[in-house]
């Protein structure tokens, strides 16, 4: 499976971006996916997840109820709408897939296909 993440660019505090994350293959319907960003000289963080089906999210306590992660199956795409953004959010953004499926989970290392990223800047 292939991810091509999309969307990211400069943003002013208090705006909002909509990242897009499509998949080619055919087990994104069964793969959970998440968001992890990467800011400069620190580790890889958890930033939100959905399971296969869509019914379950899980965000951390930084993005919670200012991002929202969603997805379409029939597109092979996921989504991270960010409102209210923060200088702090400025990261790359990765979005990722599980396919083992079971409890999404905040680790990276739980899962096993990664995009090539997303450069989103707030300035302040």
């Known amino acids: 499976v292939q991810l091509q993440a999309s969307g990211g660019g400069l943003v002013q505090a208090g705006g909002s971006l909509r990242l897009s994350c499509a998949a080619s293959?055919?087990?994104?319907?069964?793969?959970?996916m998440g968001w992890f960003r990467q800011a400069p000289g620190k580790e890889r963080d958890f930033v939100a997840a959905i399971t296969s089906t869509g019914h379950i999210k899980n965000y951390s306590d930084s993005v919670k109820e200012r991002f929202i992660i969603s997805r379409d199956n029939a597109k092979n795409t996921v989504y991270l709408q960010m409102n209210s953004l923060k200088p702090e959010d400025t990261a790359v953004y990765y979005c990722?897939?599980?396919?083992?499926?079971?409890?999404?989970?905040?680790?990276?290392?739980?899962?096993?296909?990664w995009g090539q990223g997303t450069l989103v800047t707030v300035s302040s």
């Open positions: 293959g055919r087990t994104f319907s069964t793969s959970h």
């Open positions: 990722t897939g599980r396919i083992r499926g079971g409890r999404i989970s905040r680790a990276p290392e739980n899962y096993d296909y």
